[in-house]
Nanobody, 122 residues
Framework: QVQLVESGGGLVQAGGSLRLSCAAS????????MGWYRQAPGKQRELVAA???????NYADSAKGRFTISRDNAKKTAYLQMNSLEPEDTAVYYC????????????????WGQGTQVTVSS
């Protein structure tokens, strides 16, 4: 089994910071892209940021300049440093990972964490 466990969410005032973590565990050969998504009430889930195994990053326009995604491959963990938070950032944040479980046979699929709530008060 593979699990993604997020942590670090909470309540913060506008202008504050939070750091989310996503730790992968289980039978894993390798992890390709890891990403953070968020879903606000009544809205669709959207990509916030993603990072490849080589460290290439991609950000939503709303996250550029405020959020930083990083990862520690040895720890199978991704991080999302969120600064200058705004009430509009309030959402459940989900971790996603593209994971290779075995190579013979080749088994690769997307996994999701359970989500962590981020609430930004004005």
């Amino acid at each position: 089994q593979v699990q993604l466990v997020e942590s670090g969410g909470g309540l913060v005032q506008a202008g504050g910071s939070l750091r989310l973590s996503c730790a992968a565990s289980g039978s894993i050969v390798s992890i390709n892209t890891m990403g953070w998504y968020r879903q606000a009430p009544g809205k669709q889930r959207e990509l916030v940021a993603a990072i490849t195994s080589f460290g290439s990053t991609n950000y939503a326009d709303s996250a550029k300049g405020r959020f930083t995604i990083s990862r520690d491959n040895a720890k199978k963990t991704a991080y999302l440093q969120m600064n200058s938070l705004e009430p509009e950032d309030t959402a459940v944040y989900y971790c996603n990972a593209d994971i290779v479980r075995t190579t013979t046979p080749y088994v690769r699929r997307d996994y999701w964490g359970q989500g962590t709530q981020v609430t930004v008060s004005s």
